[in-house]
């Protein structure tokens, strides 16, 4: 069964550029949308994106300024960046299968990796 | 882009039927039938329950079921279980995006 791992620095410093990468086991990353999503300490989860293995994307409004998402099929990996973080992006970002055109589903889902931003 | 409205809390015990509603707009939830359900338990990453509004995966319990009219969509449990005490997240499709709900906590009484 496919599984994905999220990778990347747990802390960032504010103004940076936050890192992850999405790493797909199990499974061709082709012919399907991957997401990222985050959730804070406590709160709702919110969706930053999805991209699709042709490397067309669907970006967060409140976020689309700074967000940059790419995908890799010969390694089976897709990536986000989030340039000029804040403590506000800091959170738990979880990566996920995205379904393919059409629909609005999240699964499998990664671990997480908890992201600090802070100095 | 505003999140889509759930109960912050809801509660029921062992054998009883509760009820989760997920409230967006003409804009989202009005519009497609893409709503999905999520359940999530502390320190864990979210499970998908119910896709298209009413559909299960395959290994999700038949006590989970959605539903949708107009606006609002809603998640319902039926026999509560222990096990089934966790927060629960809607998300619709909005036209090129997705937006989650703020999460609803169950807890079994």
């Known amino acids: 069964q496919v599984q994905l791992q999220e990778s990347g620095p747990g802390l960032v410093k504010p103004s940076e550029t936050l890192s992850l990468t999405c790493t797909v086991s199990?499974?061709?990353?082709?012919?399907?949308?991957w997401s990222w999503i985050r959730q804070p300490a406590g709160k709702g989860l919110e969706w930053i994106g999805r991209i699709y293995t042709s490397g067309s994307t669907n970006y967060n409004p409140s976020l689309k300024s700074r967000v940059t998402m790419s995908v890799d099929t010969s390694k089976n990996q897709f990536s986000l960046k989030l340039s000029s973080v804040t403590a506000a992006d800091t959170a738990v970002y979880y990566c996920a299968r995205a379904g393919w055109f059409g629909t609005n589903w999240f699964d499998p889902w990664g671990q997480g990796t908890l992201v600090t931003v802070s100095s | 882009q505003s999140a889509l409205t759930q109960p912050a809390s809801v509660s029921g015990s062992p054998g009883q039927s509760i009820t989760i509603s997920c409230t967006g707009t003409s804009s989202d939830v009005g519009s497609y039938n893409l709503v999905s359900w999520y359940q999530q338990h502390p320190g864990k990453a979210p499970k998908l329950m119910i896709y298209e509004v009413s559909k299960r995966p395959s290994g999700v319990s038949n006590r989970f079921s959605g539903s949708k009219s107009g606006n609002t969509a809603s998640l319902t449990i039926s026999g509560l279980q222990a096990e089934d005490e966790a927060d629960y997240y809607c998300c619709s499709y909005a036209g090129s995006s997705s937006r989650f709900g703020g999460g609803t906590k169950l807890t079994v009484l």
């Open positions: 199990g499974g061709s990353i082709s012919s399907y949308y």
